[in-house]
């Protein structure tokens, strides 16, 4: 009995209490980032 | 100074340090430097295009609008280039006359978190005497192939994206007509990058410098069916800044009433003060979070040449520099160009005749070892590379400067002071021609050379005695 709490709280530890790191990262749901370019126009190094 | 495996590196390390989802765009004008490439770099442009697309697989982005400039090998080229890219080539107006179908995806969407967000792409019209499009294909006008694509995307997305080289002119009427387009990403051909400007309260339009040279990040809070939190509305503004302007000058007509473009100027106010009414109205509170203000942080990256490299792209764009050096370097291509008394130069050695101090100094500056630089880097074969490395310089057919005799591969005497052979035969009736800032700024240019100062640089090759 005691090794299955034993477990359970180390699975606890593992899944439920990172959850609320990523909660308080500040991302929601509504954030996201764009990265772009444009214009790259054939080149895929400068010369010398 | 550009790069694809500094962007790589850029790009990677954005994405490991932000905890927001993201995407990865191109708004197009990828692959080559002109509309139309030159049958004799056709291959060199073709290995070139074949990298770029290989790094843009390993750095994973999601979608590239096709320019007018893509297609600048012809259709079939891209066609085929479009099977091997694991991004999606964008395109929702170059169609199949007989079946009007798409000859490219119109569209993607990607859901990212709880917001769905849709990616279509424009392309730029070619010019009427194009051959690079066959007779059954046509770039349609965007008033002809956007309404539909548009509508359904507005039903069931929350944020739209345009990829387009589309004029600015064009983007902001697009605008105008289609609220629902959120952002625009827009490949325009400038040195600078086009900081987000908003074009209305739902579209903001922004767009990087040319030739890779930066990179664009947006970070984005959005709610669905807001507007931007934005200081200024600028099509809303002019337009009703050009209504003061005809109200003025109606107002001054009709103390006038011999003139007759009196009808002409009110007919226009009547068309602007409908479209204001438009914008206006589309400003109106309509949606669950029409009084939530969504916002975004714009940044610029400068690739800089201390930046770190992403290794594999760093070896791709190596194969691709290998790949045009080996082709340029056969002696098919190499022997046109040898021999020495081409176009009127004569190299350095018959200069240094008369001019020996000028010669000594100079042999002393960067300009004597610039082709060395070019073997240094592996391309010595490159024209892309060559017209400043060597001494013949000519815009119009870079393919002249490779192969080039040993006394012409380097930034001669020639180059600022024009051919010497004429005047070597006779230096009493045919002077040099005089250096002024425009002829060094032939190549240092600031893609090239940001820091160029004319009168500073020309003392530091000490020519003049």
């Known amino acids: ?48 | 100074m550009g790069g694809l495996s500094k962007k790589a590196y850029q790009f990677t390390k954005l994405i490991k340090s932000s905890n927001r989802p993201s995407l990865i765009l191109d708004g197009g004008s990828l692959l080559f430097k002109s509309n139309s490439v030159q049958n004799k770099l056709a291959n060199q442009s073709e290995i070139t295009a074949k990298g770029i697309i290989k790094a843009y697989n390993l750095i994973g982005y999601d979608a590239v609008g096709v320019s007018r400039r893509d297609l600048a090998a012809g259709l079939d080229f891209l066609l085929k280039i479009k099977e091997k890219s694991k991004f999606t080539w964008l395109s929702a107006n170059i169609i199949n006359k007989s079946n009007g179908h798409s000859l490219f995806k119109p569209t993607i969407s990607r859901n990212i978190g709880d917001i769905k967000v849709g990616v279509v792409g424009l392309t730029n019209q070619l010019p009427a005497n194009s051959k690079l499009l066959d007779k059954d294909t046509e770039i349609k006008p965007w008033r002809d192939a956007l309404p539909a694509i548009i509508n359904e995307l507005t039903r069931d997305h929350d944020f739209i994206i345009l990829l387009t080289s589309l004029s600015a002119g064009e983007c902001r009427k697009i605008a105008e007509v289609y609220p629902g387009i959120n952002l625009i990403i827009h490949a325009k051909d400038s040195d600078v990058g086009q900081l987000p400007i908003n074009l209305t309260e739902t579209t903001t339009m922004v767009g990087t410098g040319k030739k890779g040279k930066y990179i664009g990040m947006m970070d984005i809070k959005w709610y669905p069916g807001s507007t931007w939190q934005a200081a200024n509305h600028e099509l809303l503004t002019t337009k009703r800044r050009e209504r003061d302007r005809l109200n003025r000058q109606l107002a001054l007509l009709k103390d006038r009433p011999g003139r007759n473009n009196y009808q002409k100027v009110q007919s226009r106010l009547i068309t602007i003060e409908n479209t204001i009414e438009k914008m206006e109205l589309a400003r109106e509170p309509s949606a669950k979070n029409a009084a939530l203000k969504s916002s975004y942080k714009n940044r610029f990256i400068a690739m800089g040449k201390s930046m770190p490299d992403h290794a594999a792209v760093l070896e791709v764009v190596k194969e691709t520099k290998r790949l045009i050096n080996r082709l340029n370097s056969k002696p098919t291509i190499t022997a046109q160009n040898s021999t020495l008394t081409n176009k009127g130069f004569t190299g350095w050695q018959t200069c240094r005749k008369c001019h020996s101090d000028q010669a000594n100094n100079w042999q002393k500056s960067r300009h004597a070892s610039s082709f060395q630089t070019l073997i240094k880097k592996n391309q010595q074969f490159n024209s892309d590379c060559l017209p400043c490395h060597v001494t013949r310089f000519d815009k119009r057919d870079p393919a002249t400067a490779i192969g080039m005799p040993s006394d012409l591969q380097m930034v001669g005497c020639e180059n600022c002071h024009g051919p010497g052979a004429s005047h070597s035969a006779n230096p009493i009736s045919h002077k040099t021609t005089p250096v002024t800032a425009k002829t060094c700024l032939n190549c240092h240019i600031p893609d090239h050379d940001e820091s160029f100062n004319f009168v500073r640089d020309l003392k530091k090759l000490n020519c003049i005695l």
Do not use: D, K, Q, W
């Open chain 1, 1 to 48: 009995m005691n090794r299955i709490i034993l477990c359970l709280s180390i699975l606890a530890f593992l899944v439920i209490l990172p959850a609320p790191r990523v909660i308080a990262s500040g991302a929601g749901a509504n954030e996201f980032m764009v990265l772009y370019s444009n214009n790259v126009n054939g080149e895929t190094e400068p010369c010398g």
